[in-house]
């Protein structure tokens, strides 16, 4: 039996190396404008600027918003310009004390909406991550067996 030479299997890898390459550039890409979109499309409508709702608007996951920091910094902007920190303390502090109350409440339910809605964002994160950890598990583990 005759084998083929090395070096043709070495441009063949380096071919379908190159083609992998394209494809997942191309990949990302069109979700970077997918997300753009999304993004465009919220500012019109006048909707809550958000990671979720970016995602939604967009068809992208929450984790390739974060791992791209462009866009990112581009929602955390839009999210803190839509809702710009008010100093609750401070208005509290000025009125009597059932609306000092009133307003430390509304604050405090405000920073727990906003905690919990973070959490939610890292468990989802986290779980892509561990997603991301088995498949290149399995990869390596496939490279290893040879299959």
Avoid: C, W
Avoid at 6 to 22: E, F, H, Q, W
Avoid at 30 to 47: D, F, I, P, V, Y
Avoid at 53 to 65: T, Y
């Amino acid at each position: 039996m005759t084998e083929l030479p090395a070096p043709a299997d070495k441009d063949i890898g380096t071919r379908r190396v190159t083609a992998l390459k394209k494809a997942a550039q191309d990949k990302s890409k069109g979700a970077t404008n997918r997300a753009e979109a999304g993004l465009r499309s919220l500012l019109k409508s006048g909707s809550e600027i958000n990671f979720r709702s970016v995602a939604r608007a967009g068809g992208v996951s929450l984790d390739f918003l974060y791992s791209h920091p462009d866009l990112r910094r581009r929602i955390e902007t839009l999210r803190s310009q839509q809702n710009p920190k008010t100093n609750t303390l401070a208005d509290a502090a000025t009125n009597s004390d059932g609306t000092v109350i009133q307003t430390l409440t509304q604050a405090l339910r405000h920073e727990r909406t906003t905690r919990r809605e973070q959490v939610r964002d890292l468990q989802q994160r986290l779980a892509a991550a561990h997603g991301e950890i088995l498949r290149l598990q399995r990869e390596l583990h496939a490279t290893d067996t040879g299959t």
